[in-house]
């Protein structure tokens, strides 16, 4: 069949009109072999510019399209649609970036005109080799993974279950409820935690879309948004293959390990003990059954909390601690009422609505504040000594029976292997990164996972919970039973003749998405979980592997016709 | 196989005597692991029954080791590394095999292996002290003349008759320091600064202290043996060091830019030796043999008309810059591809010049370990920012040497 190539340039209103001589760039084009036709138009991604478009690419047969307008990531979608409607294979056509890459970037107009001709010239060139790539369809899968039991995950995972979703709730402790399952009250209102998890805890494993899989851990996750492929290990060994269409990554936090700052005096000096260590000897269920005691079993008649231990080691705030350390003082205070609380802070954060009011109540039940810097706990006359540099700058020294350590929030352990399993990123700080902090907040990099709660960074139980329904809610609004996927067609293949076996492709695989046939001695591509990326293609000396839209012939007539 | 021994430990040697000269005792060592079942085969360069040529023989019979065995040949017809990639390329070795190297063969074997071309399980790797050898053609002019010839390289333990890429070789030994990190190997045999008819046993891995535990021989660390061959080879090292930097910087103003590349390369007849005797290029197809560097008749036509003219056959300076950047990470200065090209175009010495700044850049060194992935196939996030910061073409590491 005739090579019959149509060359359009978009206007994008004044953009590129004023900044390159479109005429000029026509009649440069307009007679290379191939082209029958060489328009412009003011804007081709409006309705009357695509249906221009479209009638077109039927009325003069065009076998292949090249439009020159702005960058791919904004319209290349726009244009292939247009083919298709057209009748066209989407991809026989061509975006040459005219705006972003000349129109904008450059102020003289002829030299703007020049480079414009080289990348109309340059995706004329390319285009005639594309090949008619074939979309497929495959089936979605609605169910989903929740990684984590503690509130966020177990909100995410109630909310997704009411929607009639199967949902695997993988938790590697042998019971549910996460942090907050240790803690006596919950501030601000002080009512018992276990009031508020309980009932949640109940409604999981009663829910017959929840399965519930404790002491179980994800080692692997292969495929794509719809349609992952999740390998889970149950401590002990027992391996299961779960299927399903969405994450919520919900690992939640630890305690920062307060060890490592000899200053702090932890571990050393008696009766110095974490926040965490705290609130359990308050809990009911725990060591000393609720009581607050000394070492010697006598109750502390003066308690120091120090905030902040750990914020300038891992460079930000907890969030918080200020709010927790607040609400420690109204434990002392109600068991222990004459027993005398200071805190030790360097700034309060009180950040939202009900706080304020819960700081002033807590500071009216006779508990001291004392701003202070280069805090350190060393053992005391008589108890524990809390040095410190006072807001005047002059050392000072108070004597307390006890210290309580408000420690930053980390990431639970194991989240720099569970990054790398789900192929996610992490922040410098190590929490798990969000697609965007405002626009995305529970989004991640991958399409169909999803962070809720302190997997993303230090935050309250409410916050969690916003987050849980959050990402709950994004999952129920795409992940719809019945709607299909269509998985990238853009992809790598490796020839069999070519292959050597040598695995560098494996290597720069960044989706596991190939494996190597021990049989054939040669390495293979899944379709289904390559997502184009070109590494492979790139990687292997022998050309075996292949991108099948940026092959060589297309890069190389691309690059010839560009630097000719 | 196993890592290079922990740091630390110290390099120890045995002796080892009972030939008249050194290579006989070499043989008679490599009889004797036979002997012992230490090994069940060796492979080894075998004197061709013409005496004209030494190619790699997968030897069990004991009598063709005594008769033939060349464990240091003149020339190296064929790269060690493809003659255990030939062996092993399958699938693991189903019983113990030694192989006997240069130092550069053990090195691209090292390199095969991490490509995925050999199977190291049952291989012991033995690698020997190398004075170079003569270019192959040479000697295949005149076989007689050249074993005179290479008789006076070993005696002189280097000489002007060896391979250009030979005589600024400066890794023609096995690893100098301590912990015996450099290159992996299981077992070494020292020629250097040592009474001819005796060789030094150095062990490098587990495997080779055990088979010298086996033969009841005790290596020691210090002893005068040892040090007059870590002296001798230390003190050549640095010579040769020193005769590369002046040779390659010699090298680089004839080829550097694009005309005396171009110049370089005018020669080449596309026959492609180079590519087929390089041990580190193992596809299976060259891409540029493939089709798809065959493009159509108006292609070409457009070609001329853009630059003039176009020389066929097309792409030669191409699959020379191509096949360079895929192999001069690996590149073990190895200088087969030079011995192979019939138009005596220095490819070694421009390759190996190119392949040493590589390497450097990257922080890379072929053979050096198992585990050290090829710097292409693996992504480190400060090395973007190493480009964005640097000066063109100089890491920070270089950079800050320079001061």
Redesign the interface.
Known sequence: MEEKIGVYVCECGPNIAEKVDIERVLAAVSSIEGVAVAERYKLLCSEEGKKFLKENIEKHGLTHLVVAACSPKQHELTFMNVCEEAGLNPYLFQLANIREQCAWIIEDKDEATEKAIRYVRAAISRVRYHIPLEKKEIEANPDVLVIGAGVAGIEASLLLASRARKVYLVERESSIGGKVKGFAQLFPRMESASALLEPKIKQVVENKNIELMTESEVEQLLGFFGNFVVTVRKKGGEERELNVGAVVVATGLQEFDVSGLPQYGYGKVDNVYTAGEFERMNSPDGPTQGKVLLKDGRAPRSVAIIHCVGRQEKGYCSRVCCLYSLKLAQYLKSKIPEVQVCQFYSDLCLPGKPYQRFYEETKGKGVDFIRAEKVEISEGEGGVAVNYSSESGRLEVRNFDMVILATAMEPAHGSAKLAEILNIGRGVEGFFIEEHEKLGPVSTSLEGIYIAGCAQGPKGISESIVQAEAAAGKILASLVPGRKLEPEVKVSEISEAFCIGCKTCISVCAYNAITFDELRRISVVNEVLCRGCGNCAAACPSGAARHRHFTFRQIYHELMETLR | MSDPKKEGEGLKGAAFSGGKSSLETVLGFLKRTLAEGCFDALLLPVKAPGGDSFPYVLVQDKALLEDRGSPLPPIMPVQGGKAVSSLTR?GKAPRKVAALMRPCEVRATIELFK???VDLENIFLISIDCPGVLPVKDFAADPEKGMAAFGEVLEKWGDRKVRPVCQICHRFTAPLSDDGAGMVVDLHIGLLGIEDGEVLLIPYSPAGEEILAKLDLVPAAGGDILSAWRDRANELTKKRGEERRRAQEEMKSKVRGLNNLLETFDKCINCHNCMRVCPVC??????FD?E??KHPPDDYLR?AG?WGSIRFLPDTILFQVGRMS??SLSCVSCGTCEDACPMDIPVAQVFSLVADEAQEYFGYLPGRSTDE??P????KEEELEEVEDAPQGASSETKEKDG
């Not at chain 2, 193992?282 to 891409?287: D, G, T």
């Open positions: 399958r490509l995925a071309q193992y596809c299976r197809l060259c891409y493939s798809a560097v070609r853009d895929h192999m992935p090829i292409l196939a693996t992504y």
